[in-house]
């Protein structure tokens, strides 16, 4: 029988994707493959992308990662959720957290019961009645505690991580090499394609050396060197819903201790991140050019630190928007040169992850079958079309009219999903989400309330409850996690007991 299985692997590219896809696939494709990266240092890396959303532990798992390692190499700290500052009306401030918000009553969502509590004057805001947003703005960290009962809030606590997304991607290079992967430096200045089917057969380097593979990661960022400039594969521009095309990034010092999430802070022409690390603090401005100029957006940002700046502002630029195509021939494109929707949910490095998951389900043979590839490219668009909408979401979702960035973003037209989903949900606060999407309800639910989306009535079956157990039960689930965050320890205290990184120059 011939051997179908194909054997080279080589990974265009050595930013957090292109290591992120060397270190899973050393540890799961093993040594019968070949896995080879070439990334050039004097090109360099993006150098942003800092918080990250909680399947990344999933990650890391994967690779079996020591998390304490993991958090002291990279200068994480531990991420509840997001605050959101001035979205739907300039003075709001709601926090969009992991994990879950009370608890599901036969099968009825807790929110549908928040509803109608609320509406009777029994409820407090949604974010009282969930770990993570009582937590985070009181400055509280734990892992999740062994030791308690498993219905108690303690026993399950999602978060993620803030951290140096170089670091990272040195952290998964040492990793990768490790378990075999061979490391290229050098640009490549020239893509070799099959005359017969267009496939790309090897890519040369300015030295003259040639690197043949049998399936191609495009990894190399926004040029997407393969993906685009060698297969003309075509962009889906997202600019019409997602506005926001450039950023202005900075570091400043860090002044006291870490807050446990990340804040988005919406300005005149977009909005502005700060995002806690053990050493340094990072923030950025991601504003529409349309709106404002790059000095005024600078002139913002660095208005608005929190400590001094450790660098001058650091200017990006991006079109939001996918490729038509993730997978095309024998070229996987992973990271940023398969798109880039931004970065206000932190999903990036996640898609990341989940395009490595895809591939490894749907890893090709020699041949690579059409339908394989046809599969691995419905499922990401999906995915990344369910993330796009979510987003346009925080920007649709205002009542803001003080600027023409917020009118434009309040007026425009939205796609037709999200809008029936917005239907749906003010009329009785129900949310359906397919099983392959990323965010769970209660994402959706945080954002919806939080930007001003009230459902005018609730499930029926709510009303098996009595008005007094209603009452009742939001009380006590208002109690259990008050007295949980009570007992939790400040998030720089646990940093400092458990994970401490070592000190170094910021
Ligand atoms: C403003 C902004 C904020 C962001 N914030 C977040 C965030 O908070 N959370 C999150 O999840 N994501 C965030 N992201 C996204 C995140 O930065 C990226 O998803 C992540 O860093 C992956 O980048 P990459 O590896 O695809 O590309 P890059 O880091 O650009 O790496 C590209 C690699 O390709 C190599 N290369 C390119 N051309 C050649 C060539 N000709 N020859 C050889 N090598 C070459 C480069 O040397 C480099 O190694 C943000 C992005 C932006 C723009």
Same mark, same amino acid.
């Given at each position: 029988m011939t051997d179908t299985r194909l054997k080279n692997v080589v990974i265009v590219g050595g930013g957090t994707a292109g290591w992120m896809a060397a270190a899973a696939f050393a540890k799961v494709l093993g040594s =019968?493959? !070949?896995?080879?990266?070439?990334? !050039? =240092? =004097?090109?360099? *890396? /993006?150098?942003?992308? =800092?918080? *990250? /959303? @909680? $399947?990344?532990?999933? %990650?890391?798992n994967l690779l079996e990662i020591d998390e304490i390692e993991f958090i002291r190499q990279t200068q994480s700290t531990f991420k509840l959720g997001i605050q959101f500052n001035d979205w739907g009306r300039i003075g709001d401030s709601y926090i969009h957290g992991f994990g879950t918000i009370g608890h599901? /009553? !036969?099968?009825? @969502? %807790? $929110?549908? %019961?928040?509803i109608k509590a609320m509406q009777k004057g029994m409820a407090s805001d949604i974010g009282a009645y969930s770990l993570n947003t009582v937590a985070a703005p009181r400055g509280k960290f734990m892992a999740s505690a062994t030791d308690v009962p498993a219905t108690s809030p303690l026993s399950d606590i999602a978060y993620a991580y803030h951290f140096d997304a170089g670091l990272y991607a040195k952290f998964l290079r040492g990793y990768a090499e490790k378990r075999g992967v061979l490391r290229t430096e050098g640009k490549i200045a020239q893509t070799l394609l099959r005359p017969h089917d267009g496939f790309v057969e090897a890519v040369v380097l300015e030295s003259g050396e040639r690197l043949e593979g049998d399936l191609f990661i495009d990894c190399s960022g926004f040029r997407g060197l393969l993906i685009e400039q060698a297969l003309h594969t075509g962009y889906l521009d997202f600019t019409h819903w997602l506005p926001c095309d450039r950023a202005m990034a900075v570091p400043c010092e860090k002044v006291g201790p870490p807050t446990p999430y990340t804040r988005s802070t919406a300005r005149n022409a977009g909005w502005q991140w700060r995002i806690p690390l053990q050493h340094r603090t990072g923030n950025g401005y991601v504003y529409s050019s349309a709106h404002i100029s790059d000095d005024e957006a600078a002139a913002t940002l660095l208005k608005n630190l929190d400590g001094r700046p450790l660098s001058d502002p650091r200017p990006l630029r991006f079109t939001t928007g996918v490729r038509k195509k993730f997978w095309n021939k024998n070229v996987v494109a992973l990271g940023l040169a398969s798109g880039f929707l931004e970065p206000l949910e932190s999903t990036s490095i996640y898609m990341i992850q989940s395009g490595i998951a895809r591939l490894l389900s749907l890893f090709p043979q020699r041949d690579f079958s059409e339908v394989v590839i046809d599969r691995y490219n419905a499922q990401a668009t999906f995915e990344y079309e369910r993330i796009r909408d979510f987003l346009i979401l925080h920007y649709h979702a205002t009542e803001r009219n003080d600027t023409p960035f917020w009118n434009q973003c309040r007026t425009m037209s939205i796609p037709a999903q999200l809008q029936d989903n917005i239907r749906l949900f003010k009329d009785s606060g129900r949310f359906f989400r397919n099983a392959e999407e990323m965010f769970a309800i209660v994402s959706w639910v945080q954002v919806m309330l939080g930007q001003h989306i009230v459902p005018q009535s609730y499930h029926p079956l709510v009303d098996k409850m009595s008005d007094k157990d209603l009452a009742g039960f939001m009380a006590s689930v208002s109690h259990v996690i008050n007295s949980c965050v009570d007992s939790m320890p400040p998030h720089q205290a646990f940093i400092d007991r458990y994970c401490a990184a070592p000190s170094m120059a910021a």
């Amino acid at each position: 029988m011939t051997d179908t299985r194909l054997k080279n692997v080589v990974i265009v590219g050595g930013g957090t994707a292109g290591w992120m896809a060397a270190a899973a696939f050393a540890k799961v494709l093993g040594s =019968e493959y !070949s896995i080879r990266l070439v990334e !050039s =240092e =004097e090109i360099g *890396t /993006v150098g942003v992308g =800092e918080a *990250t /959303v @909680p $399947h990344l532990k999933l %990650f890391n798992n994967l690779l079996e990662i020591d998390e304490i390692e993991f958090i002291r190499q990279t200068q994480s700290t531990f991420k509840l959720g997001i605050q959101f500052n001035d979205w739907g009306r300039i003075g709001d401030s709601y926090i969009h957290g992991f994990g879950t918000i009370g608890h599901d /009553v !036969s099968l009825l @969502p %807790f $929110h549908q %019961f928040w509803i109608k509590a609320m509406q009777k004057g029994m409820a407090s805001d949604i974010g009282a009645y969930s770990l993570n947003t009582v937590a985070a703005p009181r400055g509280k960290f734990m892992a999740s505690a062994t030791d308690v009962p498993a219905t108690s809030p303690l026993s399950d606590i999602a978060y993620a991580y803030h951290f140096d997304a170089g670091l990272y991607a040195k952290f998964l290079r040492g990793y990768a090499e490790k378990r075999g992967v061979l490391r290229t430096e050098g640009k490549i200045a020239q893509t070799l394609l099959r005359p017969h089917d267009g496939f790309v057969e090897a890519v040369v380097l300015e030295s003259g050396e040639r690197l043949e593979g049998d399936l191609f990661i495009d990894c190399s960022g926004f040029r997407g060197l393969l993906i685009e400039q060698a297969l003309h594969t075509g962009y889906l521009d997202f600019t019409h819903w997602l506005p926001c095309d450039r950023a202005m990034a900075v570091p400043c010092e860090k002044v006291g201790p870490p807050t446990p999430y990340t804040r988005s802070t919406a300005r005149n022409a977009g909005w502005q991140w700060r995002i806690p690390l053990q050493h340094r603090t990072g923030n950025g401005y991601v504003y529409s050019s349309a709106h404002i100029s790059d000095d005024e957006a600078a002139a913002t940002l660095l208005k608005n630190l929190d400590g001094r700046p450790l660098s001058d502002p650091r200017p990006l630029r991006f079109t939001t928007g996918v490729r038509k195509k993730f997978w095309n021939k024998n070229v996987v494109a992973l990271g940023l040169a398969s798109g880039f929707l931004e970065p206000l949910e932190s999903t990036s490095i996640y898609m990341i992850q989940s395009g490595i998951a895809r591939l490894l389900s749907l890893f090709p043979q020699r041949d690579f079958s059409e339908v394989v590839i046809d599969r691995y490219n419905a499922q990401a668009t999906f995915e990344y079309e369910r993330i796009r909408d979510f987003l346009i979401l925080h920007y649709h979702a205002t009542e803001r009219n003080d600027t023409p960035f917020w009118n434009q973003c309040r007026t425009m037209s939205i796609p037709a999903q999200l809008q029936d989903n917005i239907r749906l949900f003010k009329d009785s606060g129900r949310f359906f989400r397919n099983a392959e999407e990323m965010f769970a309800i209660v994402s959706w639910v945080q954002v919806m309330l939080g930007q001003h989306i009230v459902p005018q009535s609730y499930h029926p079956l709510v009303d098996k409850m009595s008005d007094k157990d209603l009452a009742g039960f939001m009380a006590s689930v208002s109690h259990v996690i008050n007295s949980c965050v009570d007992s939790m320890p400040p998030h720089q205290a646990f940093i400092d007991r458990y994970c401490a990184a070592p000190s170094m120059a910021a």
